[in-house]
């Protein structure tokens, strides 16, 4: 359904002649007309020229004359079509392009997630431009209004999920439409809908706003079923985005004392979420047969907060149109389609006993990995050390990078951002836990003695190694973790992402020059190297890799020429 004739029918006969029977009409995006320039159409998976002349007055005027009134957001319709007609004007306000946009509605389209639909929890799509957020809401809003039988009110400031005209498209099933006069007053007709039309479901598209984002709030609060569309692509965008944060619960700054910071490894002055979502879901459309999930934006949203990496949902579509449903740890682009036995349940590490001795492998860092002695008997509830440390928040996928059983590790007084750098980057198999219960191994700082002595006491009673580390530094850790999987500890083996924060140019090659300087003259001549005039960032990057080969290094020299030193051991 997607009346393409229609749209067609405005255009200049010249073009309209070329799409008529072309072989990718049926995913034709959008008609292109800038002044001056040659038309374009834009299909799915290519752009083409539809004339070899240049767009003219005459041309614009042609479609201008056929389609409805602009509005305030130079967007006009075609009467009981789904298409969309957009204006670039100039400075004087005179119209010199076009974007006839063509809209479909499409059935089906909300197969990957209408249990979530089903559930009246409210949802939140995100996703670029053209990925299909428009026609997800439509179709969402039909299966509310006719599948399920409730009251739903669509609030249609551009008239695109519902058409153009006083006439709802079919495509939206029974939903009612509000129209919206004027897009800066879309927030005062969310609130009305609310309080003159008793819906069960509000359907929203672009909130964009902040009085739009403080009008959803107040909708959720009344008990109302959101659905609706922001701008951004992830959740993340959303956090950055102070004006549409409160969708997400809004965030602000807090300071931690020293000891829940020491806890969570981070500095005291960290982000928070200020307040509940006002959407329970949210759903990412990276593409169209495509869609991450977050079924618990609370959780997603205090993860992100703290530095950690939310799991999701993907969801996807095979040829048979059955939905296939994975777990992904993001960022990582590891899919899992089975729970994982854990690292002990597979015999990779066996519970230290009351009798057994663990050898102490001492190093020149003075790492060490400790024998721990009899079972603890219960800490009374009250010790907030040990409340904090039984904290039951829930735990990660225990997988691996290739799918294997991983080892969970509890990190206490060291950056979480810092471990899985190193683990993301090596490709370890290691998932960072927040419950010490079902942790395979704690990695602490050496330095928190106090704090240390009680949590080695906890540990003791649930049979947990502890690893103590003396610095917060990507060798020192890198280090660690290499110990407790009981693999090779190779300076050799270098991988220059890992000391590397950004990943740009700079830092690679900086990185670089003092590994070239480090393996071909400090250690194989025993001479000490003086490396290029860096800043002091990069020149932090180059002490750690320094480290990682065992080398003492120094910075020396005024600003602007700083520079490092690294002696042979």
Request: proline letters at 5%.
């Amino acid at each position: 359904m997607d009346d393409l004739d229609q749209l067609l029918s405005i255009l200049p006969p010249s073009i309209r002649a070329q799409l008529a029977h072309h072989s990718q009409r049926q995913s034709l995006i959008e008609v292109v007309l800038d002044l001056g320039r040659l038309p374009e159409a834009r299909f799915f998976s290519s752009v083409e020229y539809l004339s070899e002349a240049p767009v003219t007055h005459a041309d614009l005027d042609h479609c201008i004359k056929r389609v409805g009134a602009f509005g305030g957001d130079n967007r006009a319709g075609i009467e009981k079509t789904l298409h969309r007609i957009s204006a670039i004007r100039n400075r004087s306000g005179e119209v010199i392009g076009l974007t006839c946009r063509v809209g479909r509605a499409v059935f089906g389209t909300i197969g990957m997630i209408r249990d979530l639909v089903e559930t009246g929890r409210s949802i939140l799509m995100l996703g670029r431009p053209g990925v299909g957020k428009t026609t997800a809401l439509r179709e969402i809003a039909r299966v509310l209004a006719d599948d399920l039988q409730k009251r739903v009110v669509i609030i249609d400031t551009s008239n695109e999920i519902a058409g153009d005209g006083d006439i709802p498209h079919p495509a939206i099933g029974r939903a009612r439409r509000m129209q919206v006069a004027h897009p800066e007053e879309q927030h005062r007709v969310m609130i009305e809908a609310v309080e003159n039309h008793m819906p069960e479901v509000i359907v929203i598209d672009e909130i964009g706003t902040e009085l739009e984002a403080l009008a959803a709030r107040t909708i959720a609060e009344r008990g109302v079923q959101l659905v609706g569309t922001a701008h951004g692509n992830r959740l993340e965008n959303l956090i950055k985005n102070p004006t549409l944060s409160d969708l997400i619960g809004g965030i602000q700054s807090v300071t931690l004392g020293d000891e829940e910071a020491r806890r969570r490894g981070s500095q005291k002055s960290v982000l928070e979420r200020k307040a509940p979502p006002t959407f329970d879901i949210a759903v990412e459309m990276l593409e169209r047969q495509r869609w991450a999930v977050h079924d618990d934006v609370t959780i997603t949203i205090d993860n992100l907060l703290r530095g950690r990496q939310p799991g999701l949902q993907i969801r996807t579509v095979d040829e048979h149109q059955k939905v296939i449903i994975t777990h992904e740890l993001s960022g990582s682009g590891r899919e899992v389609t089975k729970p994982s036995r854990g690292w002990r349940a597979a015999g990779q590490m066996a519970p230290p006993t009351p009798s057994a001795t663990i050898s102490q492998r001492t190093r020149s860092n003075g790492n060490s990995i400790r024998p721990l002695g009899e079972v603890y008997s219960a800490q009374p509830a009250t010790d907030p050390m040990f409340a904090h440390l039984l904290e039951m928040t829930g735990d990660d996928d225990m997988v691996g990078p290739n799918g294997e059983d991983a080892m969970r590790l509890y990190p206490y007084g060291l950056s979480r951002h810092q471990i899985e750098r190193v683990i993301q980057t090596l490709h370890m198999p290691v998932v960072i836990t927040k419950d010490l219960d079902h942790a395979d191994a704690v990695l602490a700082l050496r330095s928190h003695a106090k704090a240390q002595a009680k949590l080695k006491h906890i540990a003791q009673g649930r049979q947990i190694p502890v690893h103590l580390v003396k610095s917060n530094s990507i060798p020192q850790i890198t280090r660690a973790l290499q110990r407790l999987l009981d693999i090779d500890d190779n300076p050799a083996a270098v991988d220059l992402e890992l000391f590397s924060h950004s990943g740009g140019d700079d830092e690679l090659e900086a990185l670089e020059e003092a590994r070239l300087a480090v393996e071909q003259i400090v250690i194989p001549k025993s001479q000490p190297v003086e490396l290029l005039p860096r800043s002091a960032r990069i020149r932090k990057m180059q002490h750690e890799l320094a480290e990682h080969y065992r080398l003492k290094s120094l910075s020396c020299g005024e600003e602007p020429n700083r520079r490092l030193r690294i002696y042979p051991a």
